[in-house]
Structure formats: C-alpha cells, structure tokens
C-alpha cells in the first residue's frame, strides 16, 4: 500500500494482540499497519481518541429490517444507515422480508439496490429469502450477491414473505447446501403457539394488554422444538444453519450438543433479551413487543451465561422499526401490536451496560459484535477486524461516559423505543468507514458513502 494518509491512534485499540496503545496506519480507506503508539510517519494526518476511549472495528450488524423499498414509512436506507453510523455501525446486512417485493427474485434484489443508491452511511449487504417455491430463484439470489438465506418457520408478519414446512426445507436445504451458503432461521414452530392461543389466551382488553398474556402466546416450546428440527435437518443434509435472535435459553444445551455432533448450526441474541426483562415491562408498554418475546430475568442470565460460555456466538440487534401507531400505545393491546424493537442506534452501549456488570471484556464485545457477524456473512476479508487489509472501519466510543435516550436525538425514521429515558454507558464520539469520519460526537460528517456490498464470487 502507499504510506498513510491517515493514522488514528489511541491508548486503548482492540487488535488482535489485546487492547494495546497503538496506531493504525489507513491508506486509501484500508488498514495498511497497525503500528506502536508513537508511530506516526510525517505527512499523514493524525486523529487521536480521548486518554479513556476505546477504538474497536466498526460494528457488523447482520439483522436489520431496512424495510426499503416499498414501506419506506417504517423505516428506509437513509434513517437506518444513519442511526447505524450514530451507534459505531460500519456495516448491516439487511433482511429480505418488509420490503415489497421480499428479497426473493434476482429482479426483487435489483429493485432493492436501485432503493439503497444513493443513501448509504454505512456499507448495505443483503440476506435473499427462502419461501415456499422459491427453491429454484437461490442460485440465481447468490450469483447475484446476497450473502445467505432466511426463512421463517411461523408467520412472518407480513404476507408476502410467507413461512416455510418441512416439506419447503427439505426443497430449500439442499440447495442452499450446494451453494455453500447458510440459511439463517427465524426458529419458532406454529404448532405450541396455536396450542397456547387455544388453552390458555384470553382476548379481553385488560388481558391483551398484559404483557404476560402476550409471553404466554410465544411459549419458548415454539423455539426449542423449532431449533430441535433444525439440528435435524442440518445433520440430514449437511447445512449451514444460523438461529436468528435466539430468546429462549432452554435450547442452548441442544445446541451446543449438536455442534459437539459436528453439526453446522450457530445462534444469535439481541441486545434487548440481555438487557431487558419481562417483570419489568408493565402492561401497555407496547414497544417493548417483539417475537420471539423478552423473556424473564433468569432466562436473560442463561442467556449471558450462554454467550461467557461460547454457545452464543454472536450479539445482533434485529432492528425492526414501524410508524409509532402500529404499536397501538393508545389501547397497549399486545397481541395486537406490531411486533419489533427500534434498536440500532443503541446496541453497543445497551450490551456494553450490561456485559459490564458481568465481567465481561471489551475483548468479549468485539467478538460478539464485530468479528462473528463479519463471519456469519462472509464478510471477514474486509470487516470485523482492526487489521492489516481490511476495511478502515472503525468506531471510537467511551465506556464511562454516558448519555440519556432522548427522542431528538434519536436517528431511526421513528422515535419510539424501549431505551428512550434510559441512561446509558458506552457513548459513541466518532464513527469511521473506511478511514472517513461519518459520525463526529452528535453530527454527520460527509455525504452518503456507504457501499453496497455484494457477495464476492
């Protein structure tokens, strides 16, 4: 590479030698040397972080519902992507369903790109769909770019993206096999749901506005049978499986079992399972709804323990706006209510308070959050990581300094969000894609530069 034309440096660079004092030396958007602190050659510019912030990779968030084009009202490329920048995000990966039309087709994919032109902060790839029939449109997805599949195993929530039998996945596995792609996996069976509704849902107002009514209605028997046939699928056909937003933590045993059996199956949580807790959301609280659901506090701990213990392998937010009256806060009917949190622009500092109360690392974080989703999406030769070659993506942030949740400052399309009013440690002070900043301290600094990113054949 040419000498640097750019070197940040801090006393606290999560390498892969520890945090150590260190410079990072940028040519043309990439790293070019992680060198010693003092290192700075004459001629290149010299951004330095605060004596007690942090320089981390960027974030690689590999579940946001974008929700461009054509419900451009719930959220869209240019608000996501923003909020993405503001919360230390260089990189999301969008989800396929949504958007009308759902990432299913070679031409559904074009007319998401043509939507995301012009209007990236951040780098945009993109998860195609697997629904029924559509087995014979995923190859023609992968040569096109998208970085794997997703399917649905109970309704979606939105019709056009509709749930896939086993009898679908057994269409669906072993072509996705033969790609050498991963089908990522909203896991809850319909069959416990319904027999929840039948036995034990009430639909009076008064109970359709407890929370507890609406955790009843996703009993987490739905995941664990889901994530169990999974295990067996993937064991039958050899496929790289991934469990999206991962609740409830009964089924970690099984999967960790499985992956000791030498099946190719990994999971993900969110930022709201390990911060929240179910007996703390009072009834009508509407935006705290999400499926699968906040669970109680002691499955929030296994849920942390399963990540301390390496059987979580990764932290993504599934962000998944909507207009603040789907959310029917004026009647707090939660079975009723769009199901989804607003969360992108406060993940970091929403896992970083509670991790630290767990006694785990910055070290812990960046796996979690940077490292492991770049690998889930094939994305590890040029993010996840502050190395030589890779991307200059990265994000400067104080882990004692922090901030309060206000709706103006708030950069999703929508302000409602389960974190306003919280206080919150973690801040984010600066934001860089490749080597540019795009977040300075409360302000954007440059034009749209974010990239699409497609998947290198």
């Not at 299913?104 to 902060?121: C, D, F, P, R």
Request: glycine share 8%.
């Amino acid at each position: 590479m040419p000498p640097p034309d750019l070197v940040i440096r801090g006393h606290h660079v999560v390498t892969e030698n520890g945090i150590v004092p260190a410079s990072i030396h940028i040519s043309l958007g990439r790293i070019a040397a992680v060198a010693p602190f003092a290192d700075v050659p004459p001629g290149s510019e010299l951004i330095e972080a605060r004596d007690d912030s942090v320089i981390m990779p960027g974030l690689v968030d590999t579940h946001v519902h974008v929700n461009g084009p054509g419900r451009t009202e719930w959220g869209g490329f240019e608000t996501a992507t923003r909020a993405a920048a503001a919360g230390g995000v260089t990189t999301i990966v969008d989800m396929p369903l949504n958007s009308i039309p759902p990432t299913t087709s070679v031409k559904a994919l074009q007319a998401k790109l043509e939507a995301a032109h012009g209007k990236l902060t951040v780098d945009v790839g993109f998860w195609g769909g697997a629904v029924p029939g559509n087995a014979g449109e995923l190859a023609g997805l992968w040569d096109a770019g998208v970085v794997g599949f997703k399917c649905f195993l109970v309704h979606s929530g939105v019709d056009e993206f509709p749930q896939v039998s086993e009898s679908d996945l057994r269409e669906v596995m072993p072509e996705v096999a033969r790609l050498g792609a991963v089908l990522i996996v909203h896991a809850e069976l319909a069959g416990p749901i319904e027999e929840a509704w039948a036995h034990s849902i009430e639909t009076s107002p008064k109970e359709a506005g407890s929370y507890y009514t609406f955790l009843r209605s996703r009993p987490a028997q739905a995941e664990t049978e889901a994530i169990a046939m999974m295990i067996r699928l993937s064991r039958e056909f050899g496929t790289r499986v991934h469990i999206v937003h991962l609740s409830a933590a009964g089924a970690i045993p099984q999967l960790t079992a499985a992956r000791a059996a030498g099946v190719r199956i990994t999971s993900e949580t969110c930022p709201h399972y390990l911060h929240f807790a179910a007996e703390a959301i009072s009834d009508g609280e509407t935006q705290f709804k999400c499926c699968p659901p906040i669970r109680e506090r002691e499955n929030r701990e296994e849920l942390w323990q399963g990540l301390l213990e390496g059987n979580i392998e990764m932290i993504v937010s599934d962000h998944s706006p909507c207009p603040a009256s789907m959310k029917l806060l004026e009647t707090g009917n939660f079975l009723r209510a769009w199901g989804g949190i607003s969360s992108l622009q406060f993940s970091l500092s929403a896992v970083w308070n509670e991790a630290v109360r767990r006694e785990a690392s910055i070290i812990d974080l960046a796996r979690w959050m940077c490292s492991a989703p770049a690998q889930l999406a094939g994305l590890q030769q040029r993010k996840g990581e502050i190395a030589a070659g890779l991307d200059a993506d990265l994000v400067i942030w104080s882990p004692k300094r922090e901030f309060t949740v206000r709706p103006d400052e708030v950069h999703h399309r929508h302000k409602l969000t389960p974190y306003a009013g919280e206080s919150l440690p973690g801040k984010v002070e600066k934001t860089f894609l490749r080597g540019q900043i795009v977040y300075d301290d409360g302000e954007f600094t440059s034009d749209p530069s974010g990239e699409i990113l497609l998947r290198e054949k």
